[in-house]
């Protein structure tokens, strides 16, 4: 049987493996700044920062809780509910978007999924990637393959078309 430790490392992993693919095709990817939708205690932004060393990261969260090793500067986080502060970056042209607010609740899952597909499209440009721990429908995102380590339904790749 499953636990959700299992689910856990498994996510975890996912996280990992697809900002490294994304990383990898760093040549082709489009000018523009990476966007971390949802902070939290700031290993994806450190992984991100790493992987990205060149690229402007800006994290979005309703505080800046990320652990101290990794903290990002307060003008870069943008604080507040990311249904509203996404759409004050509309236009912004994100190369990438990393999302990872997923509650594990599926009643408040199915809410996020209502409104996040919309707020990622505003701020992505033509061809950016998108991650997202939640499928993301949305005309303008092509679902992309996954790294082969990657679980089916355990995090999402799109690029915008
Ligand atoms: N990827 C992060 C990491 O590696 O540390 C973990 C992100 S954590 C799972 C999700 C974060 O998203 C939480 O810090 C939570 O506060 C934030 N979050 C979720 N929904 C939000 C919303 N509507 N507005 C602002 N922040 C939100």
Redesign the pocket.
Known sequence: MRTRLDDFISR?SA?RDILDHIAARQASLPDGPIL????????????LRVRFPDRHIVA????N??HGSCRPDDGDVVI????E?CLSYTGTRAAVV?A????GYPEQDAI?REWLPSRVVAVLTLDGFVAS?LELKHPELEEMPLPPSVEKGRYFLYRRR
Request: aromatic content about 6%; proline content about 0%.
């Open positions: 975890i996280q971390e939708i949802g902070l939290g205690n700031g290993r994806t932004y450190s992984h979005f969260d309703r505080e809780g990320a507040g509910d990311i249904r502060t990393h990872d607010i997923g509650t996020i721990g």
